[in-house]
């Protein structure tokens, strides 16, 4: 409830939850899970159809947001609006600042990921957050651009490294 009001009515999330809605269930994506077989051919079977008994029953602290392309990207908006969105005060300029701060480092060497409070931070700026059936979103506060990438392949070859290069090369062409 706590999100609800705070987060995703302010922000107009309305197809956003923590939970199914019994509802919406049609409107879910279902979950896909590929595997190459002997002959070197790849088939997908279902992992997880909408209305399958949960993996977590409960509100996970990675997030476990059930959304829609639109309502994450109010989400990020408001990110990139330092807090605001639709005129609203949603998040402290603070709060958006230590979120997205580079706080902890994993692993050694230039490329090892930071990360702040919920987000896999760059020394670029850039700040983004994975999914665990190959969702991933990417804010680049310096070129006010968010980039939402919804696959629905967990486990799998995700192709959202790849789309991410393209859509910053594309944005250095310009």
């Known amino acids: 409830e706590f999100l609800k009001s705070r987060i995703y009515a302010p922000l107009g999330m309305t197809d956003t939850s923590n939970r199914e809605d019994a509802a919406k269930l049609q409107r879910m994506a279902t979950v896909y899970r590929g595997s190459r077989g002997a002959d070197g051919r790849i088939t997908f079977k279902a992992e997880y159809t909408p209305g399958d008994p949960p993996d977590f029953p409960v509100v996970r602290a990675s997030g476990g947001m059930i959304s829609t392309a639109l309502d994450y990207a109010k989400f990020l908006q408001m990110y990139l609006d330092g807090g605001h969105y639709g005129g609203a005060r949603i998040l402290s300029a603070e709060s958006i600042k230590k ?76």
């Open 99 to 174: 979120a997205t701060s580079l706080l902890v480092k994993q692993g050694q060497g230039p490329k090892s990921p930071w990360y702040g409070l919920g987000w896999a931070v760059a020394e670029s700026g850039v700040y983004s957050h994975g999914g665990s059936d190959g969702t991933m979103a990417w804010v680049d506060p310096a070129r006010d651009l968010l980039v939402l990438a919804f696959t629905q392949s967990p486990g799998g070859k995700n192709p959202s490294a790849q789309f991410l290069e393209l859509v910053q090369a594309a944005c250095l062409e310009r």
